[in-house]
């Protein structure tokens, strides 16, 4: 261990900690909540999902205009992609997202499927 | 050293980080690793290269690699966020051990390599899906990146006499 290496220890564990510390406050203090997800295929919109269909449970299959395709998982307000015949699946392997935020990207299909979100204001919670 | 002596290392080196590349493809880590987090055996490599000869070399080395790599099996996105944390991390590799070696084992700059290719990659992630969102993975691939460097620094290290050795040696 020599001195630049505690440095760049250092400095990696500010940065988890900064990490850490933003997702945290994003899923527990943010005052944002999830208002459904939408999914996009080469930058265009391809299909919006409201957070009531969040809610039930559906599974549908994306065939991509370039070749392939993506199964996405819909269960209890969360959203996956549950297969796909991509190469590097790492669109498989993030698993489910529900916070808003969230992100899955399957770039070798230019999918991306994320969890939008809006301010929740006083009013909202006055119903 | 001959100009003949060095393009032949340099052949065996880029074929050895194509097959270690290939190689890892085939080790299951979902579930284990976050998602785009890579063993990075092929760094390996890499690092040997800088060790040998330098920056240019050693990215001669990485770019051949991936774009053989993306050929046997990748595709054209795959070479393009394999590149750009390639370079990025060949770049930061050979300036520390250029520059830095005194105050850097090579465990070191193999994490700084490591947490530099998946800074760039994630970079490619949010130009081309056009959102920051992807760097949310970024304190996870962190910890893989610190995890897998520091092994794979530590192999280099094992080399690190032999490699010295090259230049004494004569057919």
Redesign the interface.
């Known amino acids: 261990m020599k001195k630049g290496d505690k440095l760049l220890i250092i400095v990696l564990a500010a940065a988890l900690i900064a990490g850490y510390g933003t997702i945290y406050y994003r899923d527990h203090f943010s005052q944002t909540r999830a208002t459904g997800a939408i999914i996009k295929v080469d930058g265009k919109v391809y299909k919006t999902i409201s957070s009531s269909q969040m809610q039930s449970d559906a599974t549908f299959t994306i065939d991509i205009p370039t070749g392939g395709y993506n199964v996405v998982d819909i269960n209890g307000g969360r959203i996956r992609v549950k297969a796909a015949d991509c190469r590097d699946k790492i669109c498989v392997n993030t698993g489910w997202i529900s916070k808003p935020g969230e992100t899955i990207v399957c770039l070798p299909h230019r999918l991306i499927i994320q969890i939008t979100g809006q301010a929740q204001d006083i009013d909202s919670l006055s119903y | 050293m001959s100009k003949t002596h060095k393009m032949v290392l340099l052949g065996i080196m880029i074929s050895l980080a194509l097959a270690l590349h290939i190689f890892e493809g085939f080790i299951p880590l979902?579930?284990i690793m976050p998602?785009?987090a890579k063993l990075g055996l092929a760094n390996v490599v890499t690092l040997a290269a800088i060790m040998a000869f330098g920056f240019k070399e050693a990215l001669a080395v990485v770019l051949l690699r991936t774009l053989l790599g993306s050929m046997f099996?990748?595709?054209l996105?795959?070479f393009w966020?394999s590149i750009a944390g390639g370079v990025l991390s060949t770049a930061v590799m050979s300036m520390?051990y250029k520059r830095?070696r005194?105050?850097?084992?090579l465990?070191?700059i193999s994490?700084?390599g490591g947490?530099c290719h998946n800074i760039g990659q994630l970079l490619?992630?949010a130009v081309?899906?056009?959102?920051g969102?992807?760097f949310?993975y970024?304190?996870a691939l962190?910890?893989a990146g610190?995890a897998t460097g520091y092994f794979v620094g530590l192999v280099a290290s094992f080399l690190e006499k032999y490699i010295k050795g090259i230049y004494n040696f004569h057919l």
């Open positions: 979902s579930g998602p785009g099996g990748g595709g996105m795959v966020y520390m830095y005194a105050s850097f084992s465990a070191g994490i700084a947490v490619v992630f081309m899906a056009s959102t969102g992807v949310a970024l304190p962190i910890i610190v």
